[in-house]
């Protein structure tokens, strides 16, 4: 199953900020947080190796993962391991993960087949949830768009903050007209949470920020990530992989490491509370 996507300089606070920064003596408490499309532990070199995965990750210093591309003892191809709760245990995370797909198991195998995005979590999940989005299956031969899973909200509480984490993967089609609808889609769960609520969505979303159909999403959240490409992993042309926040934060720096433990690179950006 194939979507689209798209290293590393380095952007500081002055470049966003959604809030005043307290005094310059007091250093304000936040947090790291990181999106990686791992393309199913396939690296850009074509080979799994999901204990790399797991090393880019901890390598970034992140508190908080949003993950695309996962498998759930989906194929062979990754081994129908389930890689939500390893790379859990090889992080030492937490992990909520999202199914979009939900299927009945191989012939012969004993577990359903599951593919989505997940949340890792250095912090205790406060509270989760699986929301849906229209989608154009990938799995049915004769799709039409239809409400789905796979858009996943993950509550944190963070120096006595309460964080909601948000982590989805937009539709990968040339065609702008589903990722329009689930720009719209996303922007009511958002708002269901309120103006004053700390959020940040991580994303693939598909489709780079001056793209018409994610000016209503890029209006109610602000790009916390720098300017730099994320797709592909090797020499990347186009910036689709995203953080985003709203409700009190600044960036103190932000980055795309540059790593080939998967056809993305990730996106890291280091955000203070205020």
Same mark, same amino acid.
């Given at each position: 199953?194939?979507?689209?996507?798209?290293?590393?300089? !380095? !952007?500081?606070?002055?470049?966003?900020?959604? +809030?005043?920064?307290?005094?310059?003596?007091?250093?304000?408490?936040?947090?790291?947080?990181?999106?990686?499309?791992?393309?199913?532990?396939?690296?850009?070199? &074509?080979?799994?190796?999901?204990?790399?995965?797991?090393?880019?990750?901890?390598?970034?210093?992140?508190? =908080?993962?949003?993950?695309?591309?996962?498998?759930?003892?989906?194929?062979?191809? /990754? &081994?129908?391991?389930?890689?939500?709760?390893?790379?859990?245990?090889?992080?030492?995370?937490?992990?909520?993960?999202?199914?979009?797909?939900?299927?009945?198991?191989?012939? &012969?195998?004993?577990?359903?087949?599951?593919?989505? =995005?997940?949340?890792? /979590?250095?912090?205790?999940?406060?509270?989760?949830?699986?929301?849906?989005?229209?989608?154009?299956?990938?799995?049915?031969?004769?799709?039409?768009?239809?409400?789905?899973?796979?858009?996943?909200?993950?509550?944190?509480?963070?120096?006595?903050?309460?964080?909601?984490?948000? !982590?989805?993967?937009?539709?990968?089609?040339?065609?702008?007209?589903?990722?329009?609808?689930?720009?719209?889609?996303?922007?009511?769960?958002?708002?269901?949470? &309120?103006?004053?609520?700390?959020?940040?969505?991580?994303?693939?979303?598909?489709?780079?920020?001056?793209?018409?159909?994610?000016?209503?999403?890029?209006?109610?959240?602000?790009?916390?990530?720098?300017?730099?490409?994320?797709?592909?992993?090797?020499?990347?042309?186009?910036?689709?992989?995203?953080?985003?926040? /709203?409700?009190?934060?600044?960036?103190?720096?932000?980055? =795309?490491?540059?790593?080939?433990? /998967?056809?993305?690179?990730?996106?890291?950006?280091?955000?203070?509370? +205020?």
């Amino acid at each position: 199953m194939k979507f689209f996507r798209t290293a590393g300089a !380095v !952007v500081t606070a002055a470049v966003l900020l959604v +809030c005043v920064p307290g005094s310059a003596s007091a250093q304000p408490a936040g947090i790291r947080v990181l999106n990686y499309n791992i393309h199913t532990g396939i690296g850009a070199d &074509g080979r799994l190796d999901l204990a790399r995965t797991a090393r880019a990750i901890l390598d970034t210093g992140a508190d =908080v993962v949003g993950l695309e591309e996962v498998d759930q003892h989906w194929a062979a191809r /990754s &081994g129908y391991a389930d890689q939500a709760a390893e790379l859990a245990a090889l992080t030492g995370m937490h992990v909520f993960f999202a199914p979009i797909y939900d299927l009945p198991a191989e012939q &012969g195998r004993p577990d359903r087949r599951r593919y989505g =995005v997940a949340v890792l /979590s250095r912090f205790p999940f406060l509270r989760t949830e699986n929301h849906q989005l229209t989608r154009l299956s990938t799995v049915d031969p004769n799709p039409v768009p239809a409400p789905a899973p796979g858009f996943a909200e993950a509550e944190v509480r963070v120096h006595g903050e309460r964080l909601h984490i948000y !982590v989805t993967h937009l539709d990968y089609r040339p065609d702008p007209a589903i990722r329009r609808i689930q720009a719209g889609e996303t922007v009511r769960v958002l708002d269901h949470d &309120g103006a004053r609520a700390k959020q940040v969505l991580l994303g693939d979303f598909n489709a780079p920020p001056a793209a018409p159909e994610l000016a209503p999403l890029l209006r109610r959240v602000r790009d916390a990530g720098p300017p730099d490409a994320t797709y592909p992993a090797v020499a990347p042309t186009a910036k689709i992989d995203f953080v985003t926040t /709203s409700g009190g934060f600044r960036v103190r720096d932000a980055e =795309v490491p540059v790593t080939r433990a /998967s056809d993305h690179r990730p996106v890291l950006a280091a955000l203070a509370f +205020c």
